[in-house]
């Protein structure tokens, strides 16, 4: 199957980037394209590097941009950046590019088990590879099952599903993503249940789990910043707060400039600012693209630029 992706705030981001048409790109998240695509059409002699971990979207990359010359094509997870990029003679980058979280090809493509509509083996992989979902579920004690539904997913009732998955797979494994979606079901109040999908939170921090999707997001935007000339630009799609608050904050500590306390005359910290916002609040998707899109609702864009 391809790998499909809508571009999420695709003008936006690529407005955003500022992009020159011999500069050196990365797009840390490729998937299918998208994005890609719109940076390629601006480069002469530059270069894009486009980079993702999951086989199908590299698979479907290399079949897109097989006869562009401007386009490198990486097999690999973005936290591991910077060691991809010098294998490739890539040390300085005009501007990077990261749409974080799970894509439309994974979610809709029931087999990969992210979505809790459709019954699938409990996988959530992005790689394909590595410890699956099923395997978290079934081996993980009460407190480390509390604490990623209620901390990755912000689950107000982690106790109560925590304890009911602990209580299933000790009658038998739990394997495939309806039971785990009937568990989150059975040990919730009965109002949650009409509140959306009850299942969508432990999902999201189960998929989190499998894939150290916040360790991976804070390395790699350190690598990209580090890597990053002067004027060249960082640009960061999120999808839940938990992203967009390592985002932000990042950002911040980069734009931040004396850190001397107030009433102190001069300064004598030295700190002077790395970074400026090109954006002070995130960019949000417009009217025409959540008609378009609903899956852009939640998402937001920040950028910032090398001083």
């Known amino acids: 199957m391809e790998f499909s992706h809508v571009p999420v705030l695709l003008n936006e981001t690529i407005e955003g980037l500022n992009i020159k048409e011999n500069g050196i790109y990365v797009d840390g998240t490729a998937g299918g394209g998208g994005h890609s695509a ?29 006869n562009n010359e401007n386009s490198i094509i990486v097999k690999g997870n973005f936290a591991n950046m910077r060691d991809l990029l010098e294998l490739r003679g ?21 087999s990969r088990g992210f979505s809790f509509h459709e019954d699938a083996p409990l996988d959530m992989r992005m790689s394909q590879s590595g410890v699956t979902a099923e395997e978290l579920v079934n081996t993980l004690p009460y407190e480390e099952l509390r604490k990623i539904i209620a901390e990755y997913g912000e689950e107000r ?41 009850p299942a969508r939170k432990t999902f999201q921090a189960i998929r989190i789990a499998v ?32 992203e967009d608050r390592i985002v932000k904050q990042k950002m911040a500590v980069w734009c931040q400039g004396c ?24 960019v949000c998707a417009n ?21």
């Open 259 to 282: 850190t001397c306390p107030r009433d102190f005359p001069v300064c004598v910290c030295g700190n002077k600012p790395k970074a400026k916002l090109i954006n002070k609040k995130p």
């Open 90 to 110: 890539v040390g300085r980058v005009d501007g990077f590019l990261f749409d974080i979280g799970v894509s439309s090809h994974q979610l809709d493509t029931a």
């Open 38 to 66: 719109e940076i390629l059409k601006r480069l002469t002699t530059g270069r894009l590097i486009s980079i993702d971990q999951d086989p199908d979207a590299i698979s479907t990359l290399t079949q897109r941009f097989k």
């Open 157 to 197: 009732y982690a106790s109560s599903i925590a304890k009911g998955i602990v209580a299933q797979r000790e009658a038998a494994p739990v394997t495939t993503t309806l039971q785990l979606a009937e568990i989150v079901k059975a040990n919730v109040p009965q109002k949650v249940r009409r509140d959306g999908h």
């Open 211 to 242: 894939n150290d999707e916040l360790n991976v997001l804070s390395h790699g935007l350190d690598d990209a910043f580090a890597l990053l000339g002067k004027g060249g630009r960082l640009a960061v799609i999120t999808f839940h707060s938990l």
């Open 287 to 307: 009217e025409t693209e959540l008609l378009q899109n609903p899956r852009s609702r939640s998402a937001k864009l920040r950028i910032c630029e090398k001083i």
